[in-house]
């Protein structure tokens, strides 16, 4: 949802209605899994995917027949297996059932304040009531609302349930498609240099959060880093670090090994969700050595990935971001955070 919640909030305010096009359930080879969405205007220009091909120009089309119907969804199941998938030159395959809904300025306020509530780290949970006979699809925040609604042991249990994943749970008979916005991360990179730079940008192509630290100018500016959501130049990498959470992911790419060696000690006094240093094996060993005369322990160490980033034989900058950013995306998918 949070890649198309600015889209939908413009558009309501501006009283208009949209579809909102989610995949609520799917099994197998699916292009997308549950939780996709995707807004279609009614010219049929769309935000956001449901995984392209077949499956997508169907959703836009029937979406594009909903605008003219007193329906107020639609609903729609695919089989992406057999001659239907080979017929379209698709490999893929599985089974997804989409929910198409008409959504207008009475949900305007719902919206606003989710984004309010996402912005301030506050997890919010976005709930939708899939249809049942008559009664077609609600869709509301996880509040005092959804309590009315769905009693509160249900809110209660899905409130406490952890993880960044779409799922659907049960109030009573009624079923509910329950999506969490969590906040997708902030990078730290610890150096301003080429392979930080190059870090920054993928990173912020797969929705992190960019924060560079530098104590040179040259390097630590915004003419380099024109979408990091901070730049800063520091007197030193001594004590530079603040407090850091799970949702906090640490990259040490200083200029050399004392550098990283000091942010690294630091970084391993806080509570970051991912903590990796550049460099070879070697020089990690004598990065580790230093810091075990310090106190730190075998256990500290396990916390670290080093030499970062996975295995794929990166060389150049770019690739070595490449390898870096693959890490970052992997970790955030295991984290459940």
């Known amino acids: 949802m949070r890649f198309i919640l600015d889209t939908v909030i413009e558009s309501l305010e501006k009283e208009l209605t949209v579809v909102l096009v989610t995949i609520v359930r799917s099994s197998g080879s699916a292009p997308r899994t549950s939780g996709a969405r995707m807004l279609v205007h009614q010219d049929g220009s769309i935000v956001g995917t449901v995984g392209g091909g077949m499956l997508e120009g169907k959703c836009i089309d029937r979406a594009r027949k909903l605008y003219g119907e007193s329906a107020e969804h639609a609903g729609i199941d695919f089989s992406l297996t057999g001659a239907d998938v080979a017929s379209e030159g698709m490999v893929c395959g599985g089974a997804v059932s989409v929910l198409l809904q008409k959504v207008n300025s ?40 959804a309590t009315g609604s769905l009693g509160k042991e249900f809110v209660d249990r899905v409130n406490s349930k952890k993880g960044r994943s779409t799922y659907l749970a049960m109030a009573g008979e009624l079923e509910v498609f329950v999506e969490p ?118 256990s500290d160490f396990k916390r670290v990935y080093s030499p970062i980033g996975l295995s794929i034989g990166a060389d150049t900058p770019d690739e070595i971001a490449m390898s870096i950013v693959s890490e970052l995306v992997k970790v955030r998918s295991e984290s459940g955070c």
């Open 106 to 145: 009475d949900a305007f306020e719902t919206f606003l304040q989710l984004r309010q509530d996402f912005r301030e780290g506050l997890r919010p949970l976005l709930l939708t009531v899939l249809p049942a006979g008559e009664d077609p699809p609600q869709i509301m925040l996880c509040d005092k609302q």
């Open 181 to 298: 916005l969590i906040s997708p991360g902030v990078v730290h990179l610890l150096g301003a240099g080429h392979v930080a730079m190059a870090t920054a940008q993928l990173a912020e192509f797969v929705d992190f959060e960019v924060v560079v630290m530098d104590d040179r100018e040259e390097f630590a500016n915004r003419e380099r880093y024109p979408d990091a959501k901070e730049v800063r130049v520091i007197d030193s990498f001594d004590e530079c670090l603040g407090p850091l959470s799970a949702n906090d992911y640490l990259i040490i790419v200083t200029r050399g090994h004392l550098h990283d060696q000091e942010v690294l000690a630091q970084g391993l006094r806080t509570n970051a969700g991912y903590i990796g240093m550049i460099g070879s094996k070697k020089k990690r060993d004598f990065v580790y050595q230093c810091l075990r005369e310090e106190g730190f322990t075998e």
